[in-house]
Each structure stands twice: as C-alpha cells, then as structure tokens.
C-alpha cells in the first residue's frame, strides 16, 4: 500500500521566493558565440539558492532547468526508455533528479527532471520583477526540497580518487 504525501503547495506571493520554488517560463538573456547581443529564451526553472541566502539578500541567485521527460527525450532519446527512466528514478543518473507530477488545480504538471549541469544565475532585482507578473507557482515540500538539494550538492561534491580501490 502506498501513501500519499504532498510533493507541492501553491505559492502566489511575488515576495516569498524559497529554495525549490519552481519558476515558469522564466525569460534568460542568453549570448550566443559570435553575437553581441542577447537572446531571451524562456525556461521553467527551479530555485537553488538556500532561502536563507534569499533572505539575507544575495544579489545572484542560481537556478537550475526543469525539462518534461518528451523534452529530455528530443535532445537524448534514452529518457524515453524504461531502463532510462527507472535509471533516473533510483539516482543512477548523474546531474539528473526527477521531481513527481503536481495535480493541484490550476498547476497541473506531469513529472519532470532537474539538470545539474546546467546552471542559471540570475540577478535578483530581474527574478523579483519576473515574480511580480507570473501567477501562482509551485514549491516542493519538505522532504522533497531536502532531498533536492542534498541531490544538487551530492553532484557537486563527488571526489574522482587517483587509484580506485584494489579489491583483489
């Protein structure tokens, strides 16, 4: 038997921006080699910046993308395999976390994969005014966040060691 624990709430504030709150068709200036000027491409993203640090102020927050499995499946065509996704639902894939379908009214969402490899900054004055015109947004609960970000932070701290282990 399985239970039923929230992975979501609604947020609507465009004040109260928090770790693992998930940000919709968020627009990123990106330049492109060769270029001068920026391309705005929009994005869902996904807030990894600590909420303490939100709170105390810091003038760049970090964010990483949140792609729908049909869209992780057009660039790499394994996600669309069940080895792949049962793959990514144990952790084995490195730099890739799956986060579980919302079903609260008006902020349907089918399942979806965080990428670690891919971090956005913002500043903080642009994401706050991004705020103040998107609508309601989704947050993951705790323990969901926690998990997250240990997830984000375990990609980051893994240490390649000079010889492997002599098991022989």
């Known amino acids: 038997m399985t239970s039923s624990w929230p992975w979501y709430e609604a947020v609507s504030s465009p004040t109260d921006l928090q ?7 968020v627009g990123v200036p990106e330049l492109s080699l060769g270029s001068s000027t920026a391309v705005e491409r929009e994005y869902s993203l996904v807030t990894m910046t600590q909420s303490c640090d939100i709170e105390d102020n810091i003038q760049q927050l970090i964010f990483c993308p949140v792609w729908t499995q049909a ?3 057009r660039f790499e065509p394994r996600f ?3 080895d792949y996704k049962q793959k990514l639902r144990k ?3 490195i730099g890739f ?8 009214p008006g902020l349907e969402r089918p399942w ?3 990428q670690f490899q891919r971090i956005i900054e913002i500043k903080r004055d642009d994401v706050f005014g991004q705020l ?4 309601p947004r989704l947050r993951l609960l705790s323990p969901y966040r926690e998990h997250l970000a240990q997830q984000f932070a375990r990609f980051f701290m893994r240490v390649g060691l000079p010889v492997p282990v002599d098991m022989s």
């Open 97 to 104: 976390h799956p986060i579980s379908r919302s079903n609260l």
């Open 91 to 93: 952790g084995y894939l």
């Open 19 to 25: 770790q693992c709150d998930i940000l919709e068709a």
């Open 71 to 73: 869209e992780m499946a």
């Open 112 to 114: 979806r994969i965080v």
């Open 132 to 135: 103040r015109r998107m609508g």
């Open 80 to 82: 669309d395999t069940n």
